[in-house]
RNA sequence: GGAGGGAUGGCAGAGUGGACUAUUGCGGCGGUCUUGAAAACCGUUGUGGGCUUGUCCCACCGGGGGUUCGAAUCCCUCUCCCUCCGCCA
């Protein structure tokens, strides 16, 4: 969400920042509710004053001569009141929701563009291996090796589902394993272990809701929804709260599974395990000041990178433009891995400043010192990073000329010291 | 799943229809005293919103609704917490 404020005073500028983004929203609407709502505001608020005036008079006069013509005109106040009462509700509703459906305004370092093919490549890191034979993609290598399963994930639960086996599990429970130690020990991030199921407002706050409700998963009967991301909850572990400013950046790091619907893609990257409906996630995320958000931003990048760098596949990283944003962000990397097997650069992490979009939405604020005014914190989530992808960077990374996958160095105290899957 | 008890300010905890402008204590902040500190004493201490920007007004006692001239207080409902029983990993 964005202020109110500057939608008010700025509508304009509010107005040509969106059209950058390719979507529209409704500001026209924003402005007239707006108004709307403070002309019958000052109108109840009045009546209301007066009311509790002569209640107290009321009281005074203990039911002396004169109360019950009193009491009868305060009945007819109380009618307007109730009367108004019901318009402000219903107008405050409607520019609630109205506000909830701006996008986040993109920040002035983001490069202007209409879509992905406008997105800006700011580094590339790692040389890509050279193959003495052709490498296979994860989807012959699994099966090879015993160590995917597709067809018995789709017996049980349709298609994008798939099994991990033996050392195939192993290694990606490797990968999560070392990923969250890294990130705690060498990045100074805390291990949250999460609700997978929320209540619909963390969709809300996070701002999956109301654009990406028809990715998400939830139960019919009651009011539980399947995370499609760890950012979720943690958005909303700070919710409602003031925090001091000497504890922030929070840092939080966190492992999850995710689930999506996968209904807007729809027949895209349906082979191997890119893209199912459930799938695990290292998850980072920061509690920043409006300061110092865009240092942590780069910090997470690198953070991102590290993972990369430590298991030395090569990787880059893709600033985007205005017109691939999303709805959250005000500025945004993807950290892509190279897959030799499948031939393209895999989203292995995505990296948002969210700035205060999701802490209005949450009402999630800091105090820099005793007395002073509380403000809204920055948030930022980063990838650190997505499993199934990282696992066949792994996997087509690795693979020798016999089908074989070597174990990269730093999984090794995981995975029992095997050097190699065969 | 069954029965009962709860939710009040940073924390503890009183308040059962008008004196609540929410008692009191603790904590925090400022001051007096002191070489300094402690103690004592005095003062102060939340969050939003409105336009007429003021010694101004409105809202907020878990959420929502109702009764009333007037609700922290009475009624309905939801959520969460606690105790006991049952079940379960």
Redesign the pocket.
Known sequence: MID??LIREKPDYVRQAIATLQVTAPIDEILDL??Q???L??Q???L?????????????L??GPG?EG??????Q??EQ??AL??QV?EVEERLRRALLEVPNLPHASVPVGKDESENVVVRTEGEPRQFDFQPLPHWDLGPMLDIIDFERGVKMSGTRFYILKGLGARLQRALIAWMLDLHVQQHGYTEIYPPFMV?EECLWVDGKLPKFRDNVYHDAEE?FWWIGTAETPLTNLHRDE?LPADKLPLNYVAYSACFRREKMSAGRDVRGIKRGHQFDKVEMYKFTTPESSYDELEKMVGHAEDVARLLGIPHRVVLMCTGDLGFVAAKKYDVEMWAPGCQEWLEVSSISNCEDFQARRG?I?F?RE??????YVHTLNGSGLALPRTLIAVMENYQQADGSIVVPEVLRPYMGGIEVIR
């Open positions: 109110l404020k707006d108004e709502r403070r002309n505001l000052s109840v608020e009045a209301r004053a007066r009311r509790n005036e002569v209640s107290k008079e009321i009281g005074r203990r039911g109360t009193l009491k009868e005109e305060m009945r106040v109380g009141i109730k009462d019901e509700k209540r009011d003031i009402n604020r105090r005793r007395g002073a005014k509380p403000e």
